[in-house]
């Protein structure tokens, strides 16, 4: 096993490369999987994109995103479900393990967020025969709180845990330390979820001031985020699955060459994402 065997970059975070640059670059620097946005899939179709992934030796630890199933209209809230059955279909095409669930916060001119909620589970619990026929999990992301209103109505570990539970097999956790770090049930969560129901950890770090809560993401690194702790809590845990750095910065990565930005993400995360050495 490599340093970055496990190691994958969110496609998001060289924003401005196509699927086939962001492929080139991200083999030529020996990283081991590539996270897929479905904006990038538009114009090659899911099974160009996948010659080029399996061409190039990478794996897929997702592709982001569902479709929002925030809608209180039911022609719109049927539609939203044909939408993420094909994404589920084009997930599974491209080999990844799992469509990552950012469903909507509130639905127009709503205030009931707890009405919402129940939505999003009434809708994976639609979807969810199809995950499991596509053999592609749901991994659900637990959002920020700032999120809840306009992009996500599910925004604690905890939460995403009961849904899990609830939901079954077919379902996976999506761990983000930007969402996730200032939770004090963040570590005991990912206890609870166990290695075998993380999907993949995303990295990226918490800047002092941000100046831009959604698109102002840190570098590994050049933030308050305790990152070596929480490697600390899935070393514990004995998780073996993905780390995937995945960086929104409209400040300053993403004014950057993509490949440059690459390459730094390969610098910093490297270390932290390295094997650990077997107890003797």
């Known amino acids: 096993m490599t340093a970055l065997s496990r190691f994958a970059i969110n496609q998001i975070t060289t924003r401005d490369l196509t699927l086939a640059q962001a492929v080139d670059v991200y083999a030529r620097l020996g990283v081991g999987g590539i996270g897929v946005w479905t904006r990038y899939l538009e ?8 010659r080029l992934i399996r061409d190039a030796g990478l794996f897929v630890p997702c592709l ?12 719109a809230f049927s539609a939203a479900l044909d939408e993420n059955r094909r994404r589920l279909d084009a997930a599974a095409e491209i080999g990844a393990k ?9 639905a127009t001119c709503e205030k009931h967020l707890s009405a919402a909620r129940a939505r999003v589970a009434d809708a994976l619990h639609t979807l969810l025969p199809h995950a499991r026929a596509c053999g592609v999990d749901l991994g659900l992301e637990p959002l ?7 992009r996500s109505c599910l925004n604690t570990t905890r939460a995403c845990l009961d849904l899990m539970d609830e939901l079954g097999a077919g379902t996976g956790l999506v761990a983000d330390v930007y969402h996730c770090w200032w939770d004090p049930d963040f570590p005991d969560g990912l206890r609870r979820a166990g290695p075998e129901r993380i999907l993949t ?7 002092v001031p941000t100046r831009d809560l959604y698109q102002d993401r840190g570098m590994v690194g050049d933030g308050v985020i305790d990152l070596a702790g929480f490697r600390r809590v899935l070393d514990e845990i004995g998780y073996d699955g993905p780390f995937e750095v995945e960086i929104f910065s409209r400040l300053d990565w993403w004014q ?9 993400c390969v610098e910093r995360c490297a270390p932290l994402v390295a094997p650990r050495p077997m107890p003797v």
């Open 43 to 50: 114009g090659i179709g899911a099974p160009a994109a996948a």
């Open 64 to 75: 982001c995103t569902t479709a929002w199933v925030n809608l209180t209209d039911t022609t």
């Open 98 to 106: 799992c469509l990552v669930v950012v469903p909507g916060g509130l």
């Open 144 to 150: 920020h709180p700032m999120y809840a209103a306009e």
């Open 201 to 207: 950890f995303h990295l990226c770090d918490w800047l």
């Open 256 to 264: 950057r060459d993509g490949a440059e930005t690459a390459r730094i």
